[in-house]
């Protein structure tokens, strides 16, 4: 007799086999001749030596199915075992695989609601630097956040960085209790929220320990060099000119940046230019970077939503949205 540990890496065993083991209990149903035993992340098995190995090859399928897709069902255990894939195939309809971001948590599909936002995932698959400029709720953070989990699913990077400018929107964050990451944490929250749909959160945690996952005010990344990272500058119309800069510039090898921002809603001092505005001009006829507008049209909050953006527009004397210099399709 024989016995191997199979080690559960950065899942939730109850939310991978069940709170009752159901999923565990049926891979056992494959594998009678096992003793098989759940010991917190450990799985160990005794038994035979040839079915050990088949047993440790069909658990690497699952991992990897549930990695992918945040989720284990019984009919995925009885696919993955009663078929013998040279490499794990994922489960998609070809159909609607061009609009499916990533697997969210429990499973849930993320997609692309909008043209605009099947706009902004096109532009990152074909360009390693976007620009995406749209209203408030018009998903281009949720969308590049979903474009980044998928790269690390894929291991096309080896990590995500998620940055903002501290900038305050109408409020003084020198008030708020704490130290500094305490003032910051529900400024950086957005972002937070955007990554548990998408991510399980015993496994988000995990990543953001060990840095593969990593949310921080756009002023630390001053001096650093982010090679193979899916970087995301969020509110970027409230970066100045020497941050937008700083932060460009810091593209390594192998990494893709996404930089999104509203025009309408810069919270800096009246003398203090948006760096967002000036990196839309003086980058417009840089071939290697894409540029995508999303607009009201592509809103996919309440209803209501749309219709104060329009209103606020034509209170302003807004008779269309400020154009890039360069309007023409990302690709």
């Known amino acids: ?65 549930y990695d992918r897709m945040n989720r284990l069902t019984e009919k995925d255990v009885e696919r993955i075992f009663e078929q013998d894939p ?61 474009l980044a989990v998928n790269a690390l699913k894929n291991k096309e990077v080896k990590r995500i960085i998620l940055t903002r400018p501290a900038v305050e929107a ?14 910051l944490d529900p400024y950086m929250q957005p972002l937070f929220d955007a990554l548990k749909d998408m991510v399980p959160y015993q496994k988000l945690l995990g990543y953001m320990e060990e840095g593969t996952i990593e949310i921080a005010p756009l002023a630390f990344m001053r001096g650093r060099t982010l090679d193979k990272a899916f970087v995301i500058l969020d509110e970027a119309q409230n970066a100045t000119r020497m941050q937008m800069k700083m932060f460009l510039t810091r593209m390594g090898r192998a ?21 967002l505005l000036q990196a839309l001009k003086i980058l417009a006829d840089v071939p290697e970077i894409g540029f995508v507008r999303l607009s009201a049209e592509d809103v996919v909050r309440h209803p209501i939503v749309t219709r104060i953006l329009h209103a606020y527009e034509q209170a302003a004397g ?6 890039l210099s360069k309007p023409k399709p990302c690709v």
């Open 318 to 323: 807004q008779t269309a949205p400020v154009q």
């Open 255 to 275: 990494a893709k940046f996404v930089i999104t921002g509203d025009t309408s809603q810069i919270d800096l001092p009246e003398k203090q230019p948006s760096g």
């Open 86 to 146: 040279v490499e794990p195939v994922e489960p998609t309809p070809a159909s609607t695989a061009a609009s499916v971001l990533v697997a969210g948590s429990g499973g849930r599909q993320i997609r692309a609601l909008t043209a605009g936002q099947q706009a902004l995932a096109d532009a990152c698959r074909s360009k390693d630097m976007v620009f995406a400029v749209g209203p408030a709720g018009s998903g281009k953070t949720y969308t590049a956040v979903a």
């Open 170 to 183: 109408g409020e003084n964050l020198g008030f708020l209790p704490g130290d500094m990451r305490d003032k």
């Open 1 to 65: 007799m024989s016995e191997t540990y199979i080690e559960i890496q950065q899942a939730d065993p109850k939310e991978l086999f069940g709170l009752n083991e159901e999923k565990l209990e049926a891979i056992r149903k494959y594998f009678p001749q096992l003793r098989i035993i759940l010991r917190g992340h450990l799985l160990k098995a005794v038994g035979d030596p040839t079915h050990l190995a088949d047993l440790e090859q069909k658990m690497k399928l699952v991992l990897w199915h």
